[in-house]
């Protein structure tokens, strides 16, 4: 793997793929839109390919959308020139200005306003900018990588992202897989990311029973890597090199909150029990690459009644 993604761990294939993909297009000047829920690590991808580029001399630029008041987004991308409003009291150049000869990275873009979208496509197909305040057009030479944690498909469809941009933003889409997806990846990033940390804390690592990594293999990690990151920090801090067992993984992953319903609805037109019972083994057994303890284990039953149910439906 090429030393600009090495913090991006994982054997996964589809993890992997999206990696392959990300080397090829970093070397070209496409935009690219990287999707993936919060915490997969789409800020760490966008930063490797603009390593990997020939912009690598120049600034990368990160702003998050979600984090600036809408009436504050235009003057942050575009900038302004003294006295184009009240607070104007300097000419401020913009992330873009900022960026020229590198690379901006938008993340979140989804949080745009539709105001700014529209400029923000003005300036992906002619390389333009305005000031606020200015009267003339300036060149300026930037990449844009941008990122979203929501479906900017479904978005456009409600009117609530502009559907000329989402086509110039979706020219060569990557997508990273959730860590619930990558469940082979549970334990190599669980080593790698404690070893790291201990460094960093001069501390010893933690060593975790076969047990306790079932435990966490078998969580579904709402908040991606980046929880699992910080499980690993807050075990290694409170419990330096201790082997650590199911008992001292934090509560929200041994006891899942199940407060809120989570059952199935039963669509109207209803459904083949049957089917739908062998359906849920075959992605049990697929997420654990065919281990049926730990298929079990995710199905709520025991491996006896696991192995009679594969008889039953000819599952091998």
């Not at 793929?17 to 760490?44: D, N």
């Not at 003057?75 to 690379?103: I, N, V």
Request: hydrophobic content about 40%; charged content about 20%.
């Amino acid at each position: 793997m090429n030393d600009a993604f090495t913090h991006l761990l994982g054997q996964a294939p589809a993890f992997l793929a999206t990696l392959r993909s990300a080397q090829l297009i970093a070397v070209t000047e496409v935009t690219t839109l990287i999707t993936g829920e919060t915490g997969t690590g789409k800020e760490l991808l966008a930063h490797g390919m603009h390593r990997t580029s020939s912009r690598n001399r120049a600034p990368m630029i990160n702003i998050n959308c979600a984090a600036l008041p809408d009436n504050l987004v235009e003057a942050e991308l575009f900038g302004y020139r003294r006295g184009a409003f009240t607070d104007a009291h300097q000419d401020q150049p913009g992330k873009l200005k900022a960026a020229d000869g590198g690379t901006l990275f938008l993340d979140e873009v989804a949080e745009l306003p539709l105001p700014v979208q529209v400029k923000l496509l003005r300036f992906l197909e002619s390389g333009e900018i305005q000031p606020l305040g200015q009267t003339t057009t300036e060149k300026v030479d930037v990449r844009v990588i941008a990122a979203s944690n929501r479906d900017l498909y479904t978005l456009v469809k409600e009117g609530l992202f502009r559907e000329d941009l989402y086509y110039r933003l979706h020219v060569v889409p990557l997508h990273l897989p959730p860590l619930r997806e990558r469940f082979s990846d549970i334990e190599l990033l669980l080593g790698k990311l404690t070893a790291r940390l201990a460094i960093y804390h001069r501390l010893d690592a933690p060593r975790y029973t076969t047990a306790a990594i079932e435990a966490l293999q078998a969580y579904a990690w709402p908040g991606n890597v980046r929880e699992l990151r910080n499980v690993c920090e807050r075990m290694l801090v409170l419990l330096p090199g201790k082997t650590l067992d199911v008992g001292n993984l934090p509560a929200e992953i041994v006891r899942p909150n199940t407060g809120q319903d989570s059952s199935l609805q039963l669509p109207g037109t209803g459904v083949q029990l049957d089917d739908l019972e062998a359906s849920m083994i075959r992605q049990a057994l697929a997420r654990v690459t065919g281990n049926q303890s730990k298929a079990a284990r995710l199905l709520g039953i025991t491996r006896s009644a696991l192995i009679y149910r594969m008889k039953k439906y000819a599952i091998e």
